[in-house]
């Protein structure tokens, strides 16, 4: 972005960087124990339930530095808020738990 159009930025209300509003998931892959963070985009990957209201994602999650795998299946409300899930291969963590794995220089790396 130039000068010119950060300057047309200020004026017109609109914010220098584009925000984040990915919906980030921790999961701990059962073979290996690695926790890997996982950024859904709320516009690309969540998929309409005509049936059920609401959104789900399915996804492959692969451990980037073990090549374990899960599979998910994530479900959310209208609002796009996380209401189900289920994960053949891992289980749903928390974010602390990857922090403490990134911090111990574990067998995580970075997100997936």
Same mark, same amino acid.
């Given at each position: ?11 017109s209300?609109? @914010? ?18 690695e926790?890997?963070?996982?950024r859904l985009?709320?516009?690309h990957?969540?998929? @309409?339930d005509?049936e059920?209201?609401?959104?789900s994602s399915?996804k492959?999650?692969v451990g ?6 899960a ?5 959310f ?5 996380l209401?189900?899930?289920?994960i053949e291969?891992?289980e749903?963590?928390?974010?602390e ?15 997936s």
């Amino acid at each position: 972005m130039g000068f010119f159009d950060r300057l047309k930025g200020l004026f017109s209300g609109q @914010p220098d960087e584009p925000r984040d509003d990915g919906i980030y998931l921790y999961v701990r892959l059962e073979r290996s124990g690695e926790v890997v963070r996982l950024r859904l985009s709320p516009r690309h990957e969540l998929v @309409p339930d005509y049936e059920g209201g609401g959104f789900s994602s399915r996804k492959l999650i692969v451990g980037p530095q073990s090549l374990s795998r899960a599979d998910a299946t994530f479900r959310f409300d209208e609002g796009r808020n996380l209401v189900s899930w289920e994960i053949e291969g891992g289980e749903l963590v928390t974010e602390e738990e990857w922090l403490a794995q990134q911090q111990t220089g574990g067998e995580n790396a970075p997100e997936s």
